[in-house]
């Protein structure tokens, strides 16, 4: 008898078999209920390890021994005449069977069982870190503003979704990082370009670098049913790329493969990869698409990649850095449109009133050139669009135009979310605040980690008075960004909206002391310090524009004009100028400030439209001037169109305690003193704690001085004031 034969007819090949079935469900029966107790991985892995290491004893015990029906027996002690192996071999079979039954129902169960332990898919995100300077104002000062981002209903995850996360740097190099991430992101915006594909943002990708996350938590977080991963190792002129897409429910590896190019076939590779995702997602039903990656010389887009991750750092000497790069590739490749594109944005992000010293003319001049030689060369070149539309926002403050270019843009490629937040920000210059909010929502379903999307999600919320929405949802962010300091930026300045002004003055110090160039979050400790009367401390710690407030409060009145001078002439709204000039009865030069800069009320207009939802402060604090100065005509002209921004604000749901503030200030100066007192009641029921002058020999509301009503709200605000600066162990201040 052979071997083989002798194998068989022990039965090794049966034990083998019902050993592998059996060890196969019981590391499914403990995968699910080590899942439902939260287990550790590691038991797991265990498991695994335990039954494999058994396998071998367990043939070599089938090949010793024997079953008979005095029981177990050493295979050399049984006469052959007397061995049953053909019986036990029958009940191995049924084993095996019932075994293989057990397996299909453990099968079943998973599939069918709820995965409540995962997070809700594009449930309640939160919201907030500090954003870029690419915003819309708020606090009535024209500082650049952060805001907070606020829950999303949760959508049934889209079967055409997908996440594609950073590849894995395997390169000897470490610095080669970029060129990992630089293929990833490629990927993932030839993807984006695909009609009925959603595809999660970079960010929010991204946000999992480095982590060893369960591929089912990161797909709930980013609402996808697909992920790509994979790996770039470079090596002198050879790269190997290998990718691998991943069914997020079950685990299931739809697809792998590896590609080994050299450097000048890395787009083959990219166009390579997006096909095959796209064919294994079924590309028929999602138009049968195909994409393509520009073509360039290997080290010019070497050096672009390396160029869009500066970028991405949002700072002078990165955008320094990014502009060079990219000049360095156009110099190789005179037409590479995507080097064009990347090189007008970063040029707008350098100037004076962004990230940069350039000159603001000068900036505005060079990118519009730039970007215009990108659609050149490439008439679909989306990013290039996206930059012309802020460049007709920020420079040409045309805002039909900087809509018309951002749209088409996010038609091209809706995963653009600057296009996405610069449109918003132009849709809320405009006054149109639902639709801004409508935008920011589509931005954060894609991208939801994604900070400068989440802050003005939030901001715009709490500028309709959805409040309490941004609130609840942070606790969800941050099982995400755990270390990120903006998340108490974010909480702050929620509390702002809600008239805690404590914890919002904690939130944001703690913000600050860990991200201290963090500008914007500057800007707004520096506000809610100026709030709570803490002048010193603006003029320690703040920003410039709130520093010259504090200092006019402080005495210091020509220091304080100087400081607000110089921020105005870096392009921001002279609101504050104003409000100095104003609290010490200067109208005449208030008036002769602005008209020397802007001539008209249409041109002031154009410059700051005041339609954002947080009041018309600018053109009320010009009519009252002209009603000082006896100039009844403008007088009118600056109530008509401040009367029109506000009602615009409110018909589009604006309903924060900055609008009602502006409202209430307006409707005393139309002498509307009732309407004035109700308003000013809603500001002190939200917390409010107004920085206009209520109480000043100046003031507007000097009518309202005695009347109980107006006493009484003043005595709460103040009552307010005093017990969150109790909180901050301050001094109290008289009533």
Request: no cysteine.
């Amino acid at each position: 008898m052979s071997f083989f034969e002798e194998l068989k007819r022990r039965n090794v090949f049966r034990v083998g078999i019902a050993y592998a079935v059996a060890s196969w469900l019981l590391v499914q029966v403990a995968d699910l209920a080590l899942d439902v107790i939260g287990a550790d991985d590691w038991l797991l892995r265990a498991v695994v390890i335990l039954v494999a290491l058994g396998f071998i004893p367990v043939v070599i015990f089938a090949w010793a021994f024997e079953l008979t029906p005095e029981g177990i027996k050493r295979e050399s002690e049984v006469d052959r005449t007397d061995s049953i192996t053909n019986v036990t071999a029958k009940k191995l079979d049924y084993v095996t069977i019932g075994l293989l039954v057990g397996a299909i129902v453990v099968v079943g169960v998973d599939r069918l069982l709820p995965e409540s332990n995962l997070p809700n898919a594009g449930g309640s995100f939160a919201a907030a870190k500090s954003a870029d300077h690419e915003q819309s104002s708020l606090l009535q000062d024209g500082a650049d503003s952060g805001g907070v981002g606020a829950s999303l209903a949760a959508d049934k995850t889209p079967a055409k979704s997908i996440a594609v996360l950073p590849f894995v740097n395997m390169s000897e190099d470490a610095n080669n990082e970029y060129f990992s991430d630089g293929i990833s992101e490629e990927i993932l915006n030839a993807l984006a370009k695909v009609a009925d594909l959603k595809v999660a943002g970079r960010t929010s990708s991204f946000a999992f670098k480095g982590e060893n996350q369960d591929l089912r938590v990161i797909g709930a977080a980013l609402n996808v049913s697909h992920i790509l991963e994979g790996s770039v190792r470079k090596a002198g002129n050879r790269v190997r790329v290998t990718a691998q897409l991943i069914k997020v429910d079950d685990g299931y590896h739809v697809w792998s493969e590896n590609y080994d190019r050299e450097l000048d076939d890395i787009f083959a590779i990219q166009d390579e990869i997006s096909a095959a995702i796209l064919n294994q997602l079924k590309a028929h039903l999602i138009g049968g698409e195909t994409t393509t990656v520009a073509r360039t010389d290997s080290k010019a887009y070497d050096l672009y990649l390396l160029a869009g991750q500066r970028i991405y750092e949002r700072n002078e000497a990165s955008l320094q850095m990014a502009s060079k790069l990219l000049n360095e590739a156009i110099g190789i490749d005179p037409n590479y449109a995507p080097a064009y594109a990347q090189l007008g944005i970063a040029t707008l992000l350098l100037s004076k009133n962004n990230y940069g010293s350039i000159p603001v003319a000068e900036a505005y001049t060079k990118s519009k050139s730039i970007l215009d030689r990108a659609l050149e060369l490439d008439p679909q070149q989306a990013e290039a669009m996206a930059g012309l539309g802020l460049h007709a926002q920020s420079a040409l403050l045309d805002y039909d135009l900087s809509n018309q270019w951002l749209e088409k843009a996010l038609a091209i490629n809706p995963n653009l979310t600057n296009a996405s937040i610069w449109l918003a920000i132009s849709l809320s210059e405009q006054g149109n605040l639902q639709r801004n909010v409508e935008i920011l929502q589509q931005a954060f379903a894609r991208d939801p980690l994604h900070p400068v999307t989440f802050n003005n999600y939030g901001m715009e919320l709490a500028n309709v008075g959805r409040v309490d929405e941004a609130r609840t949802s942070i606790p969800e962010l941050k099982r995400f960004l755990t270390s990120d300091a903006s998340l108490n930026a974010a909480q702050g300045k929620i509390e702002v909206f809600a008239g805690n002004w404590a914890e919002s003055n904690r939130l944001l110090t703690e913000a600050v002391e860990r991200e201290p160039l963090n500008f914007v979050d500057r800007a707004w400790f520096s506000s809610v310090a100026l709030n709570t009367e803490q002048y010193e401390r603006v003029v320690e710690m703040g920003t410039n524009n709130f520093k010259a407030l504090a200092l006019d409060q402080l005495g210091r009145t020509e220091e304080a004009l100087l400081l607000a001078e110089q921020w105005v002439s870096e392009g921001n709204n002279p609101l504050l100028v104003l409000e100095i000039l104003l609290r010490h009865g200067r109208f005449q030069e208030a008036i002769d400030y602005i008209e020397t800069r802007w001539p008209t009320l249409d041109a002031l207009e154009k410059a700051f439209p005041e339609r954002s939802g947080n009041g018309a402060e600018l053109l009320v604090l010009l009519a009252k001037s002209y009603s000082q100065a006896g100039n009844e005509a403008k007088f009118n002209d600056a109530m008509r169109r401040a009367g029109e921004a506000l009602e615009q604000q409110v018909a589009e749901g604006g309903s924060s305690w900055i609008l009602h503030t502006s409202r209430a200030h307006f409707a005393m100066l139309g002498g509307d003193h009732e309407g004035a007192l109700e308003l000013l009641t809603k500001v002190a029921d939200m917390g409010g704690l107004p920085r206009i002058d209520l109480r000043g020999e100046h003031s507007d509301f000097a009518p309202l001085h005695g009347d109980p009503r107006f006493e009484a709200i003043m005595a709460r605000m103040r009552q307010h004031l005093n017990t969150e600066r109790a909180e901050l162990g301050l001094e109290p201040l008289a009533i």
